[in-house]
């Protein structure tokens, strides 16, 4: 375009509109390719949901009532991930009592998530039965949507009003990095959280899991990934707002497992041990588990 307009082929206003032109016939190409990105995540999504919307309607878990002394009651649970034939939990029976702090543990594999994806109603049985309170559970990767703040936190609450919503943050040790952004509650968030790092991620997921008046609550790795100073703080916010509540926490940390009174050894989907705060077992177990 400089060689034409220097040997006086066009001039140089053309050659402006003609770089405008050109700039402008770009613009669709470039909202097709975000569309193709878009369409490119929706098909991965719809192939992550598509195996839980086809899935025969099961029946739903009976429910404990509120005045009962458990808190859950598996009985001979056999659980199979999706298109496995061979089971992930079996022959499973367990029993919580209200108020107990229970920590399941074992290899990786061994079917720690699994069976808390059967207690939270997220995985039906192929055999034996389910009976929980009202839960809650909190998985191992923190799911923030391309949407606020405060709304991705009324996911847990849409009646939540701002005042309960500053609260949880105070409570989840969020609410002075919240106050710092400058939208405070409205600011948006990308997808995935983008925007937050993974303590802040993590502390809002816990925001949301305080929002839930459930008597369950059910954590998997909750810390995982986090530096040993955050983790600490989560956790010990975590077992302050826990007071009154069951927790059962799946994992292979013994700064996560320290927080129970009990502990549940899992291998090849089966329990091999169960042990009570308070024995020289307990504690011997707990120091096998991974430190900091």
Do not use: Y
């Amino acid at each position: 375009m400089a060689a034409l307009v220097g040997e006086g082929v066009i001039g140089a206003p053309a050659a402006a509109l003609a770089l405008l032109v050109a700039l402008t016939a770009l613009e669709p190409f470039a909202a097709l390719r975000r569309g193709a990105l878009d369409a490119g995540r929706t098909w991965l999504a719809v192939r992550r949901l598509a195996p839980c919307m086809a899935q025969d309607d099961a029946p739903t878990a009976p429910r404990l009532p509120e005045d009962a002394s458990l808190a859950l009651r598996l009985t001979t649970i056999d659980a199979f991930h999706r298109a496995s034939a061979v089971p992930a939990i079996e022959g499973l029976s367990l029993a919580i009592a209200k108020g107990e702090r229970v920590a399941i543990v074992g290899p990786s594999g061994s079917g720690k998530s699994t069976l808390l994806s059967v207690i939270a109603g997220e995985l039906a049985p192929r055999r034996g039965e389910v009976a929980v309170l009202p839960c809650c559970l909190l998985t191992q990767r923190t799911e923030l949507f391309e949407d606020t703040l405060r709304d991705n936190l009324r996911l847990a609450d849409p009646a939540a009003d701002d005042e309960q919503l500053w609260a949880v943050l105070q409570a989840a040790g969020l609410a002075d990095d919240v106050r710092h952004l400058s939208s405070g509650l409205s600011t948006r968030l990308g997808e995935g959280g983008l925007g937050l790092s993974g303590g802040q991620s993590r502390r809002l997921a816990l925001a949301r899991l305080f929002l839930r008046p459930v008597p369950l609550w059910l954590l998997d790795e909750p810390t995982e990934a986090l530096d040993a100073a955050v983790a600490h703080d989560v956790l010990q916010r975590l077992a302050r707002h826990a007071e009154g509540r069951t927790l059962v926490i799946a994992t292979h940390l013994r700064r996560e497992a320290a927080l129970a009174d009990r502990l549940l050894r899992i291998e090849d989907g089966r329990v091999v041990a169960d042990l009570r705060r308070g024995g020289e077992a307990f504690e011997q177990a707990l120091r096998q588990l991974r430190a900091d």
